[in-house]
C-alpha cells in the first residue's frame, strides 16, 4: 500500500513538472533573450541551439505544485507531520535554487557564491530538520561528529559537494536528470527496506520531478535544467542520503555513497585532475569530463551523424552511462547492507570510473582518424591536453 501511494507521487509529481517545463518552451519567445543559453561556444558547450536554460523553475513549480494537491485535494496522502517537514526542506533548498536561478539568467554568479549558497541551505537544513550527520563510518572522523560543530560543517561539505556535483554532470541530454531518477530511486529502495515513508516520499518527489523534465530534455534538448535545477535538485537528493542516515543508525554511510557515487566521483576526480595533472583552479571549466570524453571519443564511434537530428550524439552520451550507472546503484542497494560490502562496491565504482577515464583519455575507444567534419558544431578536441 506504501509503495502504491509513493508510485502515484511520483506519477503526480512528474505530471506537474512536464505540464510547467512544457509552459516553459511553449512560451520562450517572451522571455528568451533572459532564458536562452546563447553562449555556444563556451568550452563545455555541445549543444548548437539557443534553448531554455530554466528548467529548474519548472521542476520547482512542479514539485510545489504536486505537494499543494496532495496537501488540500489528497490530506491524508502526506500526514501532517511529512508535509511540514516536506515544506522546511523546501525553505532550505531556497539559498541554492535561487542563486542557481540568478546564474541562469544573469552568468554573473561566481562559483563561490553558489557554492556559499548550497552551504548555506544545508545549514538551514539541519537547523530546521536536524538533518546534520553523526556517523560516517569513516574511522578517527567519527569520533569527531560528536561534537555538533563539526557535524554541522562535515554535513555541510558533503551536501554542498554533492550539489556540485549535479551541476558538473549536467551537460548533456538526459544526463543529469537520468542520474536523479536513478539516485533517488536508489535511496528511495533503501528508505523501503526501512519502511521510511517520509524520505520514500522525498524520492518520489524527487524522481518525478526530474522525470517530467527529462521528458522534455530528451532526446532533442528543448530544455536545460540549468544552474537552478541541478543545484535545487542535487541539493534534495543529498539531502534525502542525510536523513536516511540521520533517521536510520543501521544503515551504512557507505551504502548510500554507493547510490550517489557517480557525480561525486566525478567532482572529486575533476577537483584532482584541474589541481594536480593540469595545475589549474579545480573551479576551472573544461570539457574533460567523462562524460564529454565519452561523447567525443566513444559516441563518435558507434553513433552516426544525422543531420536531420543534430542532437542524436548528444543524447547518446546517456546510452553508454546511465546502465552502468543503474547498476551500480542496484548493486549498492541489495549488496551494500553491510560495512565491508558497500566499501568494496564503492571501490569498484572508483575503479571502473578510472579504468574508463584513462581508456577514453588515451583514445582506445576512440575513432582512429577523426576528421574535422566529424566534430559537432562548436566541439574543440581538447583531449591531447591530458592525454
Not at 74 to 82: E, F, I, M, S
Not at 312 to 324: C, D, E, K, L
Amino acid at each position: 500500500m506504501l509503495l502504491e501511494k509513493v508510485l502515484e507521487i511520483g506519477l503526480l509529481t512528474a505530471g506537474a513538472s512536464f505540464a510547467f517545463n512544457a509552459a516553459i518552451v511553449g512560451s520562450q519567445r517572451w522571455h528568451g533573450k533572459l532564458s536562452h543559453d546563447h553562449d555556444l561556444g563556451g568550452v563545455q558547450k555541445v549543444h548548437t541551439t539557443a534553448v531554455p536554460r530554466i528548467g529548474g523553475i519548472g521542476v520547482m513549480a512542479g514539485l510545489l505544485c504536486s505537494i499543494g494537491i496532495l496537501a488540500y485535494a489528497y490530506p491524508g496522502t502526506l500526514g501532517g507531520t511529512q508535509l511540514n517537514l516536506i515544506l522546511l526542506l523546501l525553505w532550505a533548498s531556497i539559498p541554492a535554487f535561487v542563486a542557481g536561478v540568478i546564474e541562469d539568467f544573469t552568468k554573473k554568479v561566481s562559483v563561490r557564491m553558489r557554492l556559499a549558497a548550497t552551504v548555506a541551505s544545508s545549514l538551514l537544513a539541519s537547523a530546521l530538520l536536524g538533518a546534520t550527520l553523526g556517523d560516517l563510518n569513516i574511522w578517527g572522523l567519527d569520533s569527531l561528529l560528536v561534537y555538533g560543530p563539526v557535524a554541522i560543517v562535515v554535513t555541510a561539505v558533503v551536501v554542498a559537494g554533492a550539489a556540485n556535483a549535479v551541476n558538473i554532470i549536467d551537460g548533456f541530454n538526459g544526463l543529469s536528470s537520468s542520474t536523479i531518477i536513478l539516485m533517488s530511486a536508489g535511496l528511495g529502495a533503501i528508505a523501503w527496506q526501512y519502511d521510511d515513508a517520509f524520505v520514500m516520499t522525498l524520492a518520489a518527489l524527487s524522481a518525478g520531478a526530474a522525470a517530467g523534465f527529462f521528458l522534455l530534455n530528451y532526446p532533442a534538448g528543448k530544455l536545460f535544467l540549468g544552474d537552478g535545477g541541478a543545484y535545487f535538485m542535487g541539493f534534495w537528493v543529498a539531502e534525502m542520503a542525510v536523513l536516511l542516515l540521520v533517521r536510520h543508525a543501521e544503515i551504512n554511510a557507505w551504502q548510500v555513497l554507493g547510490v550517489c557515487a557517480y557525480p561525486i566521483i566525478e567532482v572529486l576526480f575533476s577537483i584532482y585532475r584541474r589541481r594536480f595533472i593540469q595545475n589549474v583552479s579545480p573551479g576551472a571549466p573544461d570539457a574533460l569530463h567523462l562524460h564529454t570524453l565519452v561523447f567525443r571519443r566513444v559516441v563518435f564511434k558507434h553513433v552516426r551523424r544525422n543531420p536531420a537530428r543534430t542532437w542524436n550524439r548528444n543524447a547518446g552520451v546517456v546510452w553508454f552511462i546511465s546502465p552502468v550507472v543503474a547498476l551500480c546503484i542496484a548493486g549498492s542497494v541489495f549488496l551494500g547492507g553491510n560495512v565491508s560490502s558497500a566499501i568494496a562496491l564503492v571501490a569498484i565504482q572508483l575503479a571502473l570510473y578510472v579504468a574508463a577515464y584513462g581508456r577514453v583519455v588515451r583514445g582506445r575507444w576512440s575513432v582512429r582518424a577523426r576528421r574535422p567534419a566529424l566534430l559537432e558544431v562548436g566541439e574543440v578536441d581538447e583531449v591531447s591536453t591530458v592525454s
